[in-house]
């Protein structure tokens, strides 16, 4: 018994959590709040995500100070341009970020392809593979890239999808590392319950 | 001390013959399988659903204006409130999954025969009380899906005759789904489990009166029977472990898993959904009500897919017990039963064109065929088993059956004969 409990906490020991979900201390997640910051908050927010959690993540209190508004660190990471600059300027309200990586069919995936996504047409046109009609612009320098660029931007868009898969669900590290212990402790129960329900059913006799 | 205690108390209450009697001396057939668990598995999740609902209600706000916000600010900054958001999601799913596995097997055992209707039918109004709470608490978290789902689905009410419109207006307390809407329906997801648990008692009354079925379909011998304590409460818990732990594998590693990514983006009244499509559990009968092109004939397609499992018992007209044990015709068709329902599940996921279409349109009919046939093919086939011969306690019972049925319409007979 004493066994197996041991092997048990090896296993989960083995397992880390990174290998589910994005954790606040993945260095993928952090660099990606930088890249956030200095592009996508341009026009995009994140209102469930207060600044003070991305000083949280590592990211330096001072610069995250200048950010903000009036309620400081604890306000919402909000965009720079405000809604009806972004209306003139695209045609539309650019979209929340928070929820994206839930709220979409490919999550975490889906955001980094999008942002690869952009093309250079022969007539010099910018369009998106994934997204026609799309209001945004290759943010990241897609197009036309040369190779170095180019694997540049691919990292950018993993950081930046990583960070927002952290956004969309902060507790998901907690949460699997919670599951962990909560399935050992199950399956040690379960297998107690077993051994319990035979030999009260051993009573009977056949 | 202890025994003077509930000496005072049996004196004024029945509590030691109360667990005599539906506990620790409650005969159960000591044959059954771990098909009988999920009975007691529904009323577990049914606690569940309470007691996190509960606690979600305690940090929700059933306003238009909050509602999405309110549940994001459960999955961030309430301690534990992913915990309870997710238990209660994901118990919705498993709500459905232990309540369909349950029906399949009265299904297949019959256990919905002669002296078990009220027990089924309790258990229909059940089904109905759960679909009507599970379809209430989708509007709540006021995401995209949870809106244009509540929209088309309190659009059906139109299809009602002459009230229609009227109707529609009168559920929803605006013309479209609204904060009136997600108020009123706040009120009612909390009110309906309680409802749950008052007929749940009736339930378990019914089935005490008549006791559990059993898979061989005969009623056993008093020496066949033990007590349900501590015989079944020790399988009920095993069963119970193996249950969290699928269960707590969804909660805690794939927690999405039953919900849809457009959730996940607030109520726009303004942009529908390119493809609507209702919870899991909804599917087949969603699939039924558009296979039939007509939207009243759909609607009332769509409530008798549900409310048909009532009649079963009129239906079935075999005295054989046991259902699919002894009767192989039935059990093909109860087997072809449960393929139709599932690929009438995959139709109502897809958007209506094309094959999609045509399918949908056969698994209906099938779907209706098959309660259509069961009157039909029941009796033939019980003459062509009493003719092969069945196990002698199996034939037994329905030879005793038949023998107390004649003494009954003699008895009947002789009082008419002499007024």
């Not at chain 2, 009323?43 to 659903?49: A, D, I, R």
Request: proline share 7%; net charge neutral.
């Amino acid at each position: 018994m004493r066994r197996a409990a041991l092997a048990l906490a090896a296993l989960l020991a083995a397992v880390p959590a990174q290998a589910w979900v994005a954790s606040a201390s993945d260095p993928e997640v952090r660099a990606g709040a930088r890249v956030f910051l200095e592009q996508c908050r341009l026009c995009h927010g994140l209102r469930y995500v207060r600044l003070a959690e991305l000083a949280d993540l590592g990211l330096d209190e001072a610069a995250l100070r200048e950010a903000a508004g009036p309620e400081g660190l604890q306000g919402p990471v909000a965009p720079v341009m405000d809604a009806e600059a972004a209306r003139g300027m695209f045609g539309l309200v650019p979209p929340d970020l928070s929820l994206i990586v839930k709220a979409r069919e490919g999550g975490r995936d889906y955001v980094r392809e999008l942002l690869l996504a952009y093309e250079q047409a022969p007539d010099g046109s910018l369009s998106n593979r994934l997204f026609p009609g799309i209001a945004m612009p290759d943010v990241l320098g897609v197009a036309g890239a040369d190779p170095r660029a180019r694997a540049r931007a691919e990292e950018q868009a993993r950081q930046v999808a990583a960070f927002l898969a952290w956004a969309a669900d902060p507790r998901a590290e907690e949460r699997v590392r919670l599951g962990y212990y909560v399935e050992a402790y199950l399956l040690v129960l379960t297998v107690l319950l077993y051994l319990v329900k035979r030999r009260v059913w051993s009573r009977l006799e056949t | 001390m202890g025994g003077r205690l509930i000496a005072w108390i049996d004196e004024r209450f029945p509590l030691t013959w109360f667990i005599r009697h539906e506990l620790t001396e409650y005969p159960t057939p000591r044959n059954l399988t771990y098909w009988w668990n999920f009975g007691f598995l529904a009323g577990f999740v049914l606690v569940l659903q309470m007691a996190t609902g509960i606690f979600l209600a305690m940090h929700y706000k059933p306003d238009a204006g909050l509602a999405f916000d309110s549940v994001q600010h459960i999955m961030r900054d309430v301690d534990y409130g992913w915990l309870l958001r997710y238990l209660h999601s994901t118990g919705a799913s498993a709500f459905f999954v232990v309540i369909y596995v349950h029906m399949a097997r009265t299904l297949y055992y019959g256990s919905y025969r002669s002296p078990r209707e009220l027990v089924w039918w309790t258990g229909q109004v059940l089904l109905l009380l759960l679909m009507a709470t599970a379809f209430l608490g989708y509007l709540l978290p006021w995401g995209q899906m949870s809106y244009w789902g509540a929209q088309v689905i309190t659009s059906l009410f139109e299809a009602t005759p002459l009230i229609g419109k009227e109707l529609v207006v009168w559920l929803r307390g605006d013309f479209v789904v609204g904060d009136a809407t997600l108020t009123r329906f706040y009120a009612l997801h909390f009110l309906f489990p309680f409802l749950i648990a008052a007929v749940v008692v009736i339930h378990l009354i019914a089935l005490h009166a008549v006791k559990s079925s059993n898979p061989s379909g005969i009623n056993l011998e008093a020496k066949d029977n033990i007590p349900f304590h501590p015989y079944y409460t020790t399988k009920d818990l095993f069963g119970l472990g193996v249950f969290l732990v699928v269960f707590c594998g969804f909660v805690f590693f794939a927690p999405d898993f039953f919900l849809e990514p457009a959730n996940y983006e607030p109520a726009d009244p303004m942009r529908t959904p390119e493809h609507i499509v209702p919870e899991w559990y909804f599917l087949p009968f969603y699939a039924v009500l558009r296979s039939v092109p007509d939207k009243l004939g759909g609607v009332v397609a769509m409530v008798l897919s549900i409310l048909i499992f009532a009649f079963l018992p009129l239906l079935d007209r075999s005295r054989i017990p046991g259902g699919a044990r002894y009767r192989p015709i039935y059990r093909a068709a109860f087997y072809l039963f449960v393929a139709d329902v599932l690929v009438l599940g995959w139709v109502g996921s897809q958007p209506p064109e094309g094959a999609v279409i045509v399918v949908g349109e056969v698994a209906t009919a099938v779907y209706f065929l098959l309660f259509a046939l069961l009157p039909v093919f029941s009796k033939p086939e019980e003459r062509w088993l009493l003719r092969r011969g069945l196990p002698p306690k199996v034939q037994e019972l329905v030879e005793a059956e038949a023998r107390q049925r004649a003494a009954r319409e003699a008895a009947r007979r002789a009082a008419e004969g002499s007024p």
